[in-house]
C-alpha cells in the first residue's frame, strides 16, 4: 500500500483543483449579476434565459463537448479571434477546459445564488436604496452577507461539479498530462488500461476529497440555520 | 413645504382603483395617514420614498422629487423609512446598521442613547425583541438626518406596552430633530398622541384631512359617548333583544327593543352612542 501512495502521480488532481478553482471565481464574477438580474427581473425574456442557463444539467456532455470542439477549433470565427486576439489555442489546451467548464457549470453558480436573492427581505434592500446606497454596495453588502448558505452552495458545488467532471473534458481537453488530463480522466485511463490498484486509489481519493467538501458546506449551512433562528450563538 | 399631487393606477382586491392624492404638508409637521387596508396608503408612502413609480408631482422645498419628465432616485432623495417588519440588516450588529447609512458615530451613539440601545450596540438584530428592532429600525432612519421620515404602520407588531413606549420615543426624537414626519397608521390613540394632521385615504382619495380632534372624535350633536362597533349576537329575553357588540378589543352588551332588533343583523357594523350620562374613569 505504501509503496502504492509513493507512486502516486498527484498532476491530475492539482489540475483537476486548479480547473474548478479557475472556473469558479471566473463563474462567480458572471453569475452575480446574471443572478441579480433574474430575481429582479420581470421583462419576458427571463424564462428564455433560465432555460438557456439551465440546459447544461439536462444535456448529456457529449452534445455540450461535441459544440465546444466546434465552437472551439482554430478554423472556427471564435477559435480564430480567440487565437488572433490572446495567441491562446483553445482546443486540448487547459484554457479551452476552463471555457468549456464555465459553460458546463454554469446553472450549479447561477441557480443557487438566484433563489438566494429571490428569498431576501424586499424591504431590507429598499432600506439600503433608501438610506442612500447603491445597487452594487446593497448587492456586496446587504443582499449577499444575508444569504450565506445560498452562497457557500453556490461556490462549492460549482467547485465539486467542477472537479467531477469527466465528459465535456475529454472531448474537449483530450489526455495532456499536465495540461488537460485531470484526475476523472486519469482515472478512465486506468481502467480502460486495466491497473485496477490505481484506479482504486485514485477513486477514493475522489471519493474522499468530494465528501469532504460537501460535509463542509451542509456542516456550515446547518449551522447557519440555527444561528438565523437565533437558537445558536 | 412638500407639495404632492400625484395618480397612479392600482389594481386592488376589489378591481381597478385610482390614487389620486393632493396634499400639501407643512415642514417639522407630524401627519398621520389612515384609512381602511388596501385605500392606498401604503402605496402613496412608497411613491413618496421613490419606491414606485407615479404619474403627477412631488416637489420638497426647491427641490423637485418626481415630475413628467424625471424621478428622482430612492438614493438621491434623503428620507428615511421605517417599515413595519424592522427590515433590519440582519449581517450588521446594531451599531453597524447606524453607521451603515451614515458614519457619523455620534450621532449613532446619541441616538441609541436616547432608545436606551446603547448596551445593546455590538448585538446582532435576531437576538433583539421585536420592539428593541423597530427601535434600531428608527434610528436608522433618522441617521441621514432625512428631509422626510416616512413610517409604514411602524408599531403595528408590537404589544400595547411596548407600542406606548415607543411612542414616547418617536414624540421625543420627533421634538428634538423636527424631521417632517408622514405616518400610516390604524390606530387612533396613536395618531392622537403623535401626529398634528391626519389624513383620511379611502379607495385612493381623501376623505377627512384635519386635526386628529376634529377627525377621530367622532362625536357629533349632544351624543357623549359614540363607539363603532360589529354586532356579534342578537339575544331575545322575553319582550327585549340584548345585542352583543364587539367594540375594538372588548365586548359590550346592549339593551335593544324589539323595533330596534328588527333592523339589524349579525354582522353589520352599527354604532353604539349614549347621550348625557357622566361618566367615571378610574
Request: hydrophobic share 50%.
Amino acid at each position: 500500500m505504501l509503496e502504492l501512495l509513493k507512486t502516486i502521480e498527484w498532476t491530475p488532481f492539482i489540475l483537476s483543483f486548479e480547473l474548478a478553482a479557475v472556473t469558479t471565481v471566473i463563474l462567480f464574477t458572471i453569475s452575480v449579476p446574471l443572478a441579480w438580474y433574474l430575481s429582479e427581473t420581470k421583462a419576458r425574456i427571463k424564462p428564455f434565459i433560465e432555460a438557456l442557463t439551465a440546459l447544461p444539467i439536462v444535456l448529456p456532455p457529449s452534445v455540450l463537448g461535441f459544440y465546444m470542439l466546434v465552437l472551439l477549433a482554430p478554423s472556427s470565427v471564435v477559435g480564430r479571434a480567440v487565437h488572433d486576439l490572446f495567441d491562446v489555442q483553445l482546443l486540448f489546451s487547459f484554457s479551452g477546459l476552463v471555457v468549456a467548464s464555465c459553460f458546463y457549470s454554469l446553472p450549479f453558480m447561477v441557480q443557487p445564488l438566484q433563489s438566494g436573492f429571490e428569498s431576501l427581505d424586499r424591504r431590507m434592500l429598499e432600506a439600503s436604496y433608501v438610506a442612500g446606497k447603491s445597487r452594487w454596495t446593497t448587492v456586496f453588502r446587504v443582499a449577499l452577507p444575508n444569504m450565506k448558505p445560498a452562497l457557500m452552495t453556490a461556490i462549492i458545488i460549482t467547485f465539486a461539479h467542477t472537479v467531477g467532471e469527466f465528459g465535456v473534458v475529454l472531448m474537449v481537453g483530450g489526455s495532456i498530462v499536465g495540461e488537460t488530463k485531470v484526475a476523472s480522466v486519469a482515472i478512465y485511463e486506468m481502467v480502460e488500461v486495466m491497473d485496477y490498484a490505481a484506479a482504486h486509489l485514485y477513486a477514493a481519493i475522489m471519493i474522499g476529497m468530494s465528501f469532504a467538501v460537501l460535509l463542509g458546506v451542509y456542516t456550515f449551512n446547518y449551522r447557519q440555520r440555527y444561528k438565523r433562528g437565533g437558537l445558536y450563538l | 413645504m412638500i407639495r404632492i399631487d400625484i395618480t397612479k393606477a392600482l389594481l386592488g382586491s376589489e378591481g381597478l382603483m385610482e390614487l389620486s392624492v393632493s396634499l400639501a404638508i407643512k415642514e417639522g409637521s407630524f401627519v398621520a395617514l389612515t384609512g381602511s387596508s388596501g385605500s392606498g396608503k401604503t402605496t402613496l408612502l412608497r411613491i413618496l420614498a421613490g419606491l414606485e413609480s407615479a404619474e403627477g408631482t412631488i416637489c420638497i422645498g426647491e427641490e423637485r422629487w418626481l415630475d413628467a419628465a424625471k424621478s428622482i432616485a430612492p438614493q438621491e432623495r434623503r428620507i428615511g423609512f421605517v417599515f413595519q417588519e424592522y427590515a433590519l440588516f440582519g449581517n450588521m450588529t446594531i451599531e453597524e446598521n447606524l453607521l451603515f447609512v451614515a458614519n457619523d458615530k455620534a450621532l449613532a451613539a446619541h441616538l441609541l442613547d436616547i432608545t436606551e440601545l446603547y448596551a445593546l450596540k455590538t448585538r446582532r438584530p435576531s437576538s433583539l425583541s421585536g420592539g428593541q428592532q423597530q427601535r434600531v429600525a428608527l434610528c436608522r432612519a433618522l441617521m441621514n438626518r432625512p428631509k422626510l421620515l416616512l413610517m409604514d404602520e411602524p408599531l403595528s407588531a408590537l404589544d400595547g406596552s411596548m407600542r406606548y413606549k415607543l411612542q414616547q420615543e418617536i414624540i421625543l426624537l420627533h421634538r428634538e430633530f423636527q424631521t417632517t414626519t408622514v405616518m400610516v397608521s390604524h390606530d387612533p390613540s396613536e395618531i392622537y398622541r403623535l401626529a398634528s394632521r391626519v389624513v383620511v385615504l379611502e379607495s385612493g382619495h381623501i376623505v377627512h384631512d384635519g386635526t386628529p380632534k376634529t377627525v377621530l372624535l367622532q362625536t357629533s350633536g349632544s351624543q357623549k359617548f359614540a363607539f363603532e362597533g360589529e354586532l356579534l349576537e342578537i339575544q331575545r329575553v322575553d319582550v327585549i333583544a340584548i345585542a352583543v357588540v364587539a367594540i375594538g378589543q372588548q365586548l359590550v352588551e346592549v339593551v335593544l327593543s324589539e323595533q330596534e332588533a328588527e333592523g339589524l343583523n349579525v354582522g353589520d357594523r352599527i354604532q353604539v352612542s349614549t347621550k348625557a350620562f357622566a361618566p367615571v374613569i378610574g
